[in-house]
């Protein structure tokens, strides 16, 4: 049913689509390589946009989401229905992996016919891949939820989690090697998932040339795993307790009380 009334609705896949065409915009802008090595810096920003699909998806959509479904009443009416929540935090996991999944493939391939990024070439590439967006993807989307839960309403949703965001963007060596930014500013990147997940995504789809712009001069995947598994360990303690506080904070009074303060606004 999410997937359906996604499609459905225009603007809401349209805006999905708007960030593989930006990261594919931004890629076919690069005319240089990565420093100190012949691989065209193009590749690494398909690579990073692939990793940032999981972030928009997992940490800006869905937070505004589930601000949505608090604010309308979503929620206050399946704690009423006998196994509600589960059902919904199935479908909003479902719908966060289809979504998250498809922008990355999208992006991969796209960038493939018009910027020459290619695709991992062997099985242990395609392996490295395939782990690297599930971890990141489960990781991010609990980091998503128990964000959603903590925000106090839609309207500031998206105000509050795009300076993060585009925060990350900027100290995960998305655009441009790590390498080129303070110590201080990497250690900041290292300590969230989004850097471990680009430089995984790199590890699969770049030469082993392009490893001089890596802070430790290789593709570090035991760290990128370990720190990968430590955030979804942290989510699952976390979320689930932040997803129910909010749940049962929900009540009629407190519905009826927002739906009038809307109702005076617009009057």
Same mark, same amino acid.
């Given at each position: 049913?999410?997937?359906?009334?996604?499609?459905?609705?225009?603007?809401?896949?349209?805006?999905?689509?708007?960030?593989?065409?930006?990261? *594919?915009?931004?890629?076919?802008?690069?005319?240089?390589?990565?420093?100190?090595?012949?691989?065209?810096?193009?590749?690494?920003?398909?690579?990073?946009?692939?990793?940032?699909?999981? $972030?928009?998806?997992?940490?800006?959509?869905?937070?505004?989401?589930?601000?949505?479904?608090?604010?309308?009443?979503?929620? $206050?009416?399946? #704690?009423?229905?006998?196994?509600?929540?589960?059902?919904?935090?199935?479908?909003?996991?479902?719908?966060?992996?289809?979504?998250?999944?498809?922008?990355?493939?999208?992006?991969?391939?796209?960038?493939? *016919?018009?910027?020459?990024?290619?695709?991992? #070439?062997?099985?242990?590439?395609? @392996?490295?891949?395939?782990?690297?967006?599930?971890?990141?993807?489960?990781?991010?989307?609990?980091?998503?939820?128990?964000?959603?839960?903590?925000?106090?309403?839609?309207?500031?949703?998206?105000?509050?989690?795009?300076?993060?965001?585009?925060?990350? *963007?900027?100290? @995960?060596?998305?655009?441009?090697?790590?390498?080129?930014?303070?110590?201080?500013?990497?250690?900041?990147?290292?300590?969230?998932? $989004?850097?471990?997940?680009?430089?995984?995504?790199? @590890?699969?789809?770049?030469?082993?040339?392009? *490893?001089?712009?890596?802070?430790?001069?290789?593709?570090?995947?035991?760290?990128?795993?370990?720190?990968?598994?430590?955030?979804?360990?942290?989510?699952?303690?976390?979320?689930?307790?932040?997803?129910?506080?909010?749940?049962?904070?929900?009540?009629?009074?407190?519905?009826?009380?927002? #739906?009038?303060?809307?109702?005076?606004? @617009?009057?």
């Amino acid at each position: 049913m999410e997937l359906r009334q996604m499609t459905r609705s225009p603007r809401e896949y349209v805006g999905h689509l708007t960030n593989p065409a930006f990261f *594919l915009l931004t890629a076919s802008l690069q005319d240089g390589t990565i420093p100190g090595s012949t691989v065209d810096s193009s590749r690494m920003v398909v690579a990073g946009g692939i990793a940032s699909m999981l $972030l928009f998806v997992a940490v800006s959509w869905l937070p505004q989401q589930l601000a949505n479904d608090r604010e309308d009443g979503t929620m $206050l009416r399946l #704690r009423g229905t006998p196994g509600g929540l589960s059902a919904y935090i199935v479908s909003k996991t479902l719908t966060v992996t289809v979504v998250a999944t498809f922008c990355a493939l999208l992006l991969l391939v796209g960038g493939a *016919l018009f910027t020459g990024s290619g695709f991992p #070439r062997t099985l242990a590439q395609w @392996s490295t891949l395939v782990w690297v967006l599930a971890l990141g993807l489960v990781a991010l989307a609990l980091l998503g939820a128990a964000v959603g839960a903590l925000l106090p309403n839609p309207r500031q949703a998206l105000a509050l989690v795009m300076i993060p965001v585009l925060g990350l *963007l900027f100290v @995960s060596g998305v655009f441009f090697p790590v390498t080129s930014m303070p110590r201080w500013l990497q250690i900041v990147g290292e300590i969230f998932p $989004l850097k471990w997940i680009a430089q995984g995504v790199r @590890s699969s789809m770049l030469p082993d040339s392009a *490893l001089v712009a890596e802070t430790a001069g290789s593709w570090q995947h035991w760290e990128t795993a370990g720190v990968l598994v430590a955030w979804i360990v942290v989510g699952l303690l976390i979320t689930p307790r932040l997803l129910l506080r909010a749940s049962r904070r929900e009540s009629g009074s407190r519905l009826a009380a927002r #739906r009038e303060a809307v109702g005076q606004r @617009s009057y």
